[in-house]
């Protein structure tokens, strides 16, 4: 009922919105009534003129009428012109129906509409496109895949051509530099995963203007709306690369850890057949009182080592379905628990080889196992005391210099050591806990999980932390470097970078209320050109899908024996080839499609209205292709479209029976269920069941009832709200996200394409030494108390100052940084004077870049993993979101005081050309070189090498500190003021030139 009434209510809104666009469509009509009378250049003349009334103030809207109209009088002169479209002739002969133009003005406004299939939205496109990129703009039109993005654009082209218009054409094979030409068109076509990787590439991953190729984010007309901001939006576009986290040696260590594991299997093999012995020799006696005997107790404890060793033992899971031996493994290991010396676990331990804790996911290798693998120096797998071996460092007397080297030293050894550990305890994790069959399976050289819910493959996902490889490595397939995203933004948050969005499908209507919630799209439904004669009906419900698909190859045996074309539309690529496979039985000819080859789909779809044909399709294959009737299909009552269940979502189900029944065709459409479908069974059987019960069903009987559709409807109305409710919540986290980047992409793009990266990066040392002053010179604390020998160390470990005690002794802490920040501007002007102004200027922004990247990507694995993690959070009583918000925030703070801290860190570090560098120390005071300094100076060879990488999906950016880039001129001056020195006078560096040869030159 109050369905009924919000029908009411919303049908009659929309008729009211239609109607005040009539008049619109009436002014367009005659305008083109007029414009039929220019000759073809004064058309094509047209669109200068609306450009240029455009930039001395007229709006869009006051221009409307006209443009739609100069392309609606377009089409009519087009019509019997040919051009190739996807390699084919073809014959233009449309002109807009008023409806059409209706749609368009509604698409110009921001709305999505709803126009039924094959009502023409391509052309329909055309107008708004038009009109909106006449601003100067670059418009983009979205498609659901590569072909359809083609197809429509040298369709179309023919319009766009005439009026004088540049179209492009986005393709996934496609360079940056051919990508950059197709958006410097006024209009381009496109996939969405395409445009939203272009903006992540050019906003996260470019390092200069020149290689960015987009042009903005005006005007996006988006088709088949529905899927791409409805279907796909549950899973956001990630680009990755190789990770940087960890380089692991999974191949060199498996032949040892092989070894090792076959040890420990022959040892729990005879641990176990000790076990047995012992429980059978007491000739199956079972003690009668409660205590267990000694047999019993050493047979507990032999099994407790095996479940402690190879806890998926076949012969130990055996054993313990007998309950009597679980008790006395459970005995075992609470008397080992029990034992607060932990002496007993120890020895027990040191009997194997190696444990492994399964819940864990721990291994640790025993005495035995170090010396088995490595008898030389089994010490070779212990983690050093780090902390004890630095103490020990600054202990003893020697050089600052030297201590620090030896640190590093060890440093290094102890991260090596932890990686080797690391790796030999995933690859035990490996042989002992992973199954090769049943946790995962190999196919074409390649290991795949198999989900343990539910038995499917899940080709593409991968264990984490190095797992994944050490299992490649069990197997002997290639192992895969592990990846970690680079970039990464939710659909959702990509389509509302635009200005104005708009959309367009055969089926928005049920989603309206999430179009208007996420993306503030309003729907408007535009009636179809001819009345739509289409039979929908009703559904017929079976007890189970044999009896189902059994009742639809009836169905398609008799409409086929007549020659009525059907097509037949599934949920998966399996109901797909079951049907098929079913069909060949009864030898009718029929098409296969999966939406897998766009192009050769489109080609057999659109024939799917031929006289006898036969086409079964997921929903998804084939969109955006019409289909036409062949002669005599009229007579036979249309295509006949059969749906083999129903969706998950109405909307998919409206989608389908669409394809039939266009342009005022005849056509009919019917679903069949059955209650062994997964939304019967998971959201609606119970309800159903009863009313099949009620009208009496017996088995193998089919029933339909109005009442039944309403139940299914329903069921489906369940899952569409569940989903939409986890495409929300995945978007209330990507929203925390999408603040970050938005600051840090405003940021990188601030030093791409500003002129003066120097400037950014002086306010960022500025800011880091203000930080390090007000750390170790507290303000409230008296200068006695201040950390003065922890300042001068930072300092001339970052900068090539050398600082000393004497200089800044008796200042007050406002006075120190004025006097370290000076030394710093003096020490760059220096740097600067030995540079090409061109090359250090590129060094600059690299600078920034490398610091920004790197660390915001280990940024987006953390923020993976707090992902990941917070859902546990919700044990705790606490709102996961909330506390998702908190974290990342601090997070993103500590990220960004990283990245000015590496950058001031980096400034003096890097220089173009070797020469430069010597030239810049030479021109230092020696006693000024911090040794530390000198020693970690990069050059620019490894940075050119950088320069070269591809920049598109390319590696992750680190190492080099420069590269050589062509860059505009002019050098800007350091904002902040230096003393006033004499063209002539000696320069203050002290290099003994005079201050314009030296760091003047540039002043
Ligand atoms: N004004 C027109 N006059 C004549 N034919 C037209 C006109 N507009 C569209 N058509 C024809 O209608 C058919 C369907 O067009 P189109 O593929 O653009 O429809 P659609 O609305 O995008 O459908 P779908 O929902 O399947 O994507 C095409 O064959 C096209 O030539
Ligand atoms: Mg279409």
Redesign the pocket.
Known sequence: MINWILKKILGSKNQREVKRLWPTVHRVNEFEAEYQKLSDEQLRAKTDEFRKRISDGASLDDILPEAFAAVKNTCRRLIGREWIVRGRPYKW?????DV?VLGGIALHQGKITE?A???????VATMPLYLNTLSGNNVHLVTVNDYLAARDAEWMGGIYTFLGLTVGIIQHDQPPQIRRQQYACDISYGTNAEFGFDYLRDNGMATSAETQVQRGHFYAIVDEVDSILIDEARTPLIISGPSTVSTHAYDKYKPQVAELVRAQTMLCNRFVNEAKQLLENRNGEKSTSKELDQEEQQAGRLLHKVRMGMPKNKQLLKMMEDPEVRKLLDEAELAVLADSSKKELMALKEELFFTIDEKQHDSDLSEKGRKFLNPNDPDAFVIPDLVTALQEIDSLPGEDGEKEKKKQQIQQAFDERSEKIHNISQLLRAYCLFEKDVEYVVQDNKVIIVDEFTGRLMPGRRWSDGLHQAVEAKEDVAIERETQTLATITIQNYFRLYEKLAGMT?TAETEATEFENIYKLGVIVIPTNQPCVRKDEHDVVYKTRREKYNAIIKEIEERHRKGQPMLVGTVSVEASEVLSRMLKRTSIPHNVLNAKYHQQEAEIIARAGQHGSVTIATNMAG????I?LGSGVTDLGGLHVIGSERHEARRIDRQLRGRCAR?GDPGSSQFYVSLEDDLMRLFGSGRIANIMEKLGMKEGEELQHPLLNRSIETAQRRVEEHNFSIRKRTLEYDDVMNKQREVLYGFRNDIIQGDNPREAIFDIIEEVVEARVAEYLPKDKLADEWDIDALLRWVNHSFPLGLRRNQIEQKTADEIRQVILDKVQKAYQAKAANENPDALKAIERLIVLNALDRLWQEHLYNMDQLRNGIGLRAYGQRDPLVEYKAEAFSMFEEMMDNVKSEIAGNVFRSASSLAAFEDFMRALPQQLIAPDLAASMSFGQAAAARAQQPMAGGAPQQGGDMVEEAIEQATAPIRRDAPKVGRNQPCPCGSGKKYKNCCGRNA
């Open positions: 002969d449309m002109i807009p129906f059409q126009m299939t094959g009502e023409g939205k391509t052309l055969g969109r955006g292709t019409d036409k342009q």
